[in-house]
């Protein structure tokens, strides 16, 4: 089955996540028959429109992807600035309509799941959800491990006339700005063949 991105909001998801933000990405699976995909992608834009324009949220994507003659998947992914944030949307209006219109009536296994954390580093309008846990850690060790050197050689000499707890925040600073925005970003398009695979 081929996926393909079918919609994207203004907001789209960033590669990287803000270190000091608490994100929550949700993905939603619904599957419906080839003969009534049409209908359900217009309504599905609609609310989506509506729920970019809800406080608190970070952007959503639309994945598709057909089984044969029969049926479409649709892969929704929405963000959230926090889970404050997707509290306050799950007790709105907007949320009741959203559950009567795109939620099935017999959801089927695992039709929602939510990622939060070093998960949504790995979220992106490329993929509908995030690699399995063990790949992500390994490519955290491997970003880490180049860190963990250049912090105890480099930086850490550097910083030896400061207090131990300032010098130890300013390096915890440098090795978590460089894994967020440079190494796992770097890392996960330089391997993102690998993550995506079965």
């Given at each position: 089955?081929?996926?393909?991105?079918?919609?994207?909001?203004?907001?789209?998801?960033?590669?990287?996540?803000d270190p000091h933000s608490h994100s929550v990405t949700v993905l939603v699976n619904r599957v419906v028959p080839s003969?009534?995909?049409?209908?359900?992608?217009?309504?599905?834009?609609?609310?989506?429109?509506?729920?970019?324009?809800?406080?608190g949220t970070a952007g959503s994507l639309v994945f598709q992807q057909s089984d044969g003659d029969t049926q479409v998947?649709?892969?929704?992914?929405?963000?959230?600035?926090?889970?404050?944030?997707?509290?306050?949307?799950?007790?709105?209006?907007?949320?009741?309509?959203?559950?009567?219109?795109?939620?099935?009536?017999?959801?089927?296994?695992?039709?929602?799941?939510?990622?939060?954390?070093?998960?949504?580093?790995?979220?992106?309008?490329?993929?509908?959800?995030?690699?399995?846990?063990?790949?992500?850690?390994?490519?955290?060790?491997?970003?880490?491990?180049?860190?963990?050197?250049?912090s105890s050689h480099w930086i850490a000499p550097a910083l030896s006339g400061l207090p131990m707890l300032l010098s130890?925040?300013?390096?915890?600073?440098?090795?978590?700005?460089?894994?967020?925005?440079?190494?796992?970003?770097?890392?996960?398009?330089?391997?993102?063949?690998?993550?995506?695979?079965?």
């Amino acid at each position: 089955m081929n996926m393909k991105l079918v919609y994207s909001s203004s907001s789209i998801f960033p590669d990287a996540a803000d270190p000091h933000s608490h994100s929550v990405t949700v993905l939603v699976n619904r599957v419906v028959p080839s003969t009534d995909s049409q209908s359900f992608m217009a309504e599905l834009r609609h609310l989506l429109e509506e729920f970019d324009r809800f406080p608190g949220t970070a952007g959503s994507l639309v994945f598709q992807q057909s089984d044969g003659d029969t049926q479409v998947e649709f892969s929704i992914m929405q963000r959230f600035a926090s889970e404050e944030d997707h509290q306050a949307w799950r007790a709105s209006p907007d949320f009741d309509r959203w559950l009567r219109e795109i939620v099935p009536q017999t959801p089927m296994p695992n039709h929602v799941r939510h990622y939060s954390g070093v998960e949504s580093l790995f979220v992106s309008d490329r993929t509908a959800g995030a690699p399995p846990l063990w790949k992500m850690t390994v490519l955290l060790l491997i970003a880490a491990y180049p860190m963990t050197l250049a912090s105890s050689h480099w930086i850490a000499p550097a910083l030896s006339g400061l207090p131990m707890l300032l010098s130890t925040l300013i390096m915890s600073l440098c090795v978590v700005s460089a894994m967020t925005y440079v190494l796992v970003p770097l890392l996960t398009r330089i391997f993102r063949g690998w993550l995506e695979s079965a």
